[in-house]
């Protein structure tokens, strides 16, 4: 499970942490429940914001292309699970959407370098099925992110 250290982005090669965190149905996800899945997991700064809006409808819009190439999709950030699941529902997200409210998951995987930051930074990972990192994306163009992930993932 993650700790509340962290801060430093992960690279290619590193185990990606494991955490626990409740869904917009408020249920909650364990990274490896994944485990035989590739995972892309998104860090978004806001629900319901422009950039996190482009950027979650772009998945939605490819989730039949991730879905057949055996990728889930699991979005982070530190809003409650109320803020996110109005967001998905508002949206038809199909995917999860993790409140991280406690930014233990963001200092794990270097979308923020404080227990106190108030927004994630728009940071991306792909882990492999083995929950190894495998892509890292610390810049996101939030308007083309999910098409970039995808071509990435089937060019490899």
Known sequence: MVDAEGGAMLQ???????FSAPAQDGKPLRLSSLRGK???????PQAGTPG?????????????YYEENNV???GVSFDPVEDNAAFAA???FP????????????LAYGAC???SARYAERVSYVIDEQ?????????VDPRVHAAEVLADLLGQ
């Open 12 to 18: 290619p090669g590193d185990d990606a942490p494991d």
């Open 52 to 64: 996190c809006t482009a950027e979650g409808c772009g998945l939605r819009d490819n989730y039949g």
């Open 72 to 74: 889930a999709v699991v």
């Open 131 to 139: 929950g190894k990192i495998i892509r890292v994306y610390p810049q």
């Open 38 to 44: 590739k995972v892309l997991l998104w860090f978004y």
């Open 113 to 115: 370098d404080s227990s």
């Open 90 to 92: 508002k949206y038809g």
């Open 95 to 106: 995917f999860a959407l993790l409140s991280d409210t406690g930014r233990a998951i963001g």
